[in-house]
């Protein structure tokens, strides 16, 4: 009988329900509980099976080049700019709720990209959205997405995320294409989004790199004025862990 009820749970796709009740059926310390508790137990599984089945999902379809990265497996035993504590504060994600941006600066290896996913990752466990992405690779994904008439849907895809992590920001030369689709893209998320910009390029070259005075003063102006910032410094983490001097 209780197998049958628990088959019937998975064919209605209350999972966590089903395997709920088969430890209830085979938990003794269950038997001398009421009913009305017993199904609130069973709620309270599938509840959280649902939400556990959400957050994998926000997970995966975020694309984080370390999926891994978290808050608990920063390594701050290395100066590099930066706090336990204001990394603690942002992992809060008070400031993606109030719809600021991050620019995390530093010279290659010292672990933007790990600490842009650590945010990240912070974020979708309370239920944020978020998408990684490297500037070159975006560059290209518009660029085909405006040849196959795909562009407009690339772009509410990018505008729908709560957060996105721009990584490798500068890394090549601006192409006037790449000035007026990054244009687009955060003007879509001005105030209303959430955006990390990852880069080796310090903020007051911004100009120089992107380029066009005028588009320039744009993109400057929706990313930095209400960006926190992380001003990384050290040496290459990978030098460090390969054991190079």
Not at 56 to 78: G, M, V, Y
Request: glycine content about 6%; some cysteine.
């Amino acid at each position: 009988m209780i197998e049958a009820t628990v088959e019937q749970l998975y064919l209605m796709k209350l999972f966590g329900m089903a395997e709920g009740l088969r430890e209830q059926m085979n938990g003794p310390e269950y038997r001398d509980l009421a009913f009305e508790e017993r199904l609130g137990i069973l709620v309270d599984k599938e509840r959280l099976y649902r939400e556990n089945r959400r957050l994998k999902t926000l997970a995966s379809k975020a694309h984080f080049r370390h999926p891994s990265a978290c808050f608990e497996n920063i390594d701050f035993r290395t100066r590099r700019g930066m706090t336990k504590d204001g990394l603690f504060r942002l992992c809060q994600n008070d400031w993606i709720r109030n719809h600021h941006n991050l620019i995390v600066i530093g010279p290659t290896g010292v672990g933007k990209t790990f600490i842009a996913c650590a945010l990240g990752t912070s974020a979708i466990r309370q239920g944020i959205s978020a998408l990684y992405v490297r500037m070159p690779r975006l560059v290209q994904e518009l660029k085909v997405a405006r040849s196959d008439g795909s562009y407009v849907k690339l772009l509410k895809r990018l505008q729908r995320m709560k957060l996105l992590i721009i990584d490798d920001w500068g890394l090549n030369p601006f192409t006037d294409e790449a000035r007026r689709d990054l244009l687009e893209i955060l003007e879509d998320r001005h105030q209303v989004r959430s955006t990390i910009i990852a880069s080796q390029i310090p903020i007051d070259m911004w100009h120089d790199v992107i380029g066009d005075p005028t588009l320039a003063d744009a993109i400057c102006d929706r990313v930095v004025h209400n960006a926190h910032k992380i001003i990384m410094t050290g040496e290459s983490m990978r030098k460090t862990h390969a054991g190079l001097t």
